[in-house]
Nanobody, 118 residues
Framework: QVQLVESGGGLVQPGGSLRLSCVASGSIFSRLNMGWYRQAPGKQRELVATIANGGNTNYADSVKGRFTISRDNAKNTGFLQMNSLKLEDTAVYFC????????????WGQGTQVTVSS
């Protein structure tokens, strides 16, 4: 298992920006795929964005063009840059790492709250 710690959440007005970080323990982060998920009250957890160990990225349609996922393997850290935030982006955001074939989930963070409100 990989321990993950998210940070960077907070309260922001519509149209604002936040940058989430996810720091992983151990020394295998560079070999893992990483994803950001979110869960709003009363809703199921949904996938926001993924970045493979090789750097390929994918995004949910709802965040394309507004969010950017990235990683710094030297620092065992993943990021989610969120721009043009909307009210509907309000949720707890979680990071997750998976094996390179995506078959095995190796850890979840504790989540960081993002609240978009005027």
């Amino acid at each position: 298992q990989v321990q993950l710690v998210e940070s960077g959440g907070g309260l922001v007005q519509p149209g604002g920006s936040l940058r989430l970080s996810c720091v992983a323990s151990g020394s295998i982060f560079s070999r893992l795929n990483m994803g950001w998920y979110r869960q709003a009250p009363g809703k199921q957890r949904e996938l926001v964005a993924t970045i493979a160990n090789g750097g390929n990225t994918n995004y949910a349609d709802s965040v394309k063009g507004r969010f950017t996922i990235s990683r710094d393997n030297a620092k065992n850290t993943g990021f989610l840059q969120m721009n043009s935030l909307k009210l509907e982006d309000t949720a707890v955001y979680f990071c997750n790492v998976r094996s390179s074939d995506n078959r095995i989930s190796l850890g979840w963070g504790q989540g960081t709250q993002v609240t978009v409100s005027s």
